[in-house]
């Protein structure tokens, strides 16, 4: 019969400025994929290509002319009937430099072989059973800015929360990280922080070294990525954990993996399947970590809902451990309205909700 691909891109507008390390951000671009058998389009899967700006490995890529060929592709291709062949057909079709796409394909086949009902897998998270922490993380901005939406995720509840720095003053950072441990100490507070490479290599144990007095859990990719012997450096002579974030991205094969994380041996991983390529490339990264005693949490990267839904749900299939680092669904002013939905500190599929996407227009 083959497979019929549409798409539709779709600008994501933030609902405030949001700042990080490299620059504010006020939209974001998708492109919304659906995917159906031919002569049956009533039933059909969403799966979202999403990339950020100066990060996503195939940012720079016409995703209107690789959807296109796609198309052609898809079209010689019937439905897998196993999740397990969903991926060897995305891997057969993607090129690994396409990270973006092949997240975005598994989650529309994925769907589509579920029923066309947005359950990408089927587990206790779907069936509104079971919620998942997370970090409630707080952008970047003025101080003041920043102190309210602390506030804002302590009263709501939020037992872990995740502040980027590396934009602002740094002595001003450790102001408001005082400001924090003095209201809330280690055993209330989870606190991590995520420099997104902010930090340059001649002083970043010094910088290091003065957020010790924080009790952070961690922080995220202190150094810019690609610099292999000096984050093994930063990894082995911090006093604070380090987590690879941007590091990952890029890195393809099994073995390069393997390499990566031995040679540089951080404390954990960070894994963003919409970056990485995916949920059979994140999971690949999951085992490599485990086996060499590395913790590990799955963190979105500005997916509209369609996207967020797929990562929770594939996260949720886990027995991990601690806060993910999920987003709430609650950023821009133009999401697509789902079931997702924050309670106290965690996130959850509420069933009594219901999807809306009728301003979608596919071609």
């Given at each position: 019969m083959g497979l019929i691909l549409k798409f539709t891109k779709h600008v994501l507008n933030f609902k405030f400025d949001a700042g990080t390390s490299r620059g504010v951000l006020k939209t974001k671009e998708a492109w919304i994929l659906k995917v159906y058998q031919a002569g049956n389009p009533k039933i059909y899967?969403?799966?979202?290509v999403s990339t950020i700006e100066r990060l996503s490995f195939?940012?720079?890529?016409?995703?209107e002319s690789e959807l296109e060929e796609l198309k052609k592709e898809l079209a010689q291709m019937e439905l897998p009937q196993y999740e397990n062949d969903i991926y060897k057909l995305v891997k057969n079709v993607v090129s690994e430099y396409r990270p973006a796409i092949r997240f975005g394909l598994e989650t529309a086949l994925l769907d589509l072989l579920h029923g066309g009902e947005f359950k990408i897998f089927n587990n206790d998270f779907y069936h509104s059973e079971k919620g998942i922490p997370i970090n409630g993380l707080i952008w970047m901005g003025e101080?003041?800015?920043?102190?309210?939406?602390?506030?804002?995720?302590l009263k709501l509840g939020f037992k872990c929360i995740k502040l980027k720095i590396g934009a602002i003053d740094f002595d001003a950072e450790c102001e408001l990280l005082k400001y924090i441990r003095s209201q809330y100490p280690a055993d209330q507070l989870i606190l991590r922080v995520d420099a997104n490479g902010a930090f340059i290599t001649q002083d970043v144990l010094k910088k290091l070294e003065r957020l010790i007095d924080f009790d952070l859990h961690s922080i995220e990719q202190p150094i810019m990525p690609k610099q292999p012997e000096a984050m093994q450096l930063v990894c082995e002579k911090s006093q604070v954990p380090i987590a690879l974030d941007e590091e990952l991205i890029?890195?393809?094969?099994?073995r390069d993996k393997t390499e990566l994380l031995k040679d540089i041996k951080p404390k954990y991983i960070i894994l963003k399947p919409s970056l990485v390529g995916g949920f059979a490339a994140t999971a690949e990264w999951i085992e490599i970590a485990e086996s060499q005693h590395m913790g590990w949490w799955i963190t979105s990267a500005l997916e509209s809902n369609i996207g967020l839904n797929a990562i929770c749900q594939f996260t949720a299939g886990y027995n991990y451990v601690g806060h993910q680092g999920l987003g709430t669904g609650q950023l821009f002013e133009n999401n697509i309205h789902s079931p997702l939905a924050i309670q106290g500190e965690e996130i959850v599929y509420n069933q009594t909700l219901s999807w809306d996407y009728a301003d979608l227009e596919f071609n």
């Open positions: 899967g969403l799966g979202e195939d940012y720079s890529v016409d995703f101080r003041d800015f920043m102190k309210q939406q602390i506030d804002e995720k890029g890195v393809f094969s099994k």
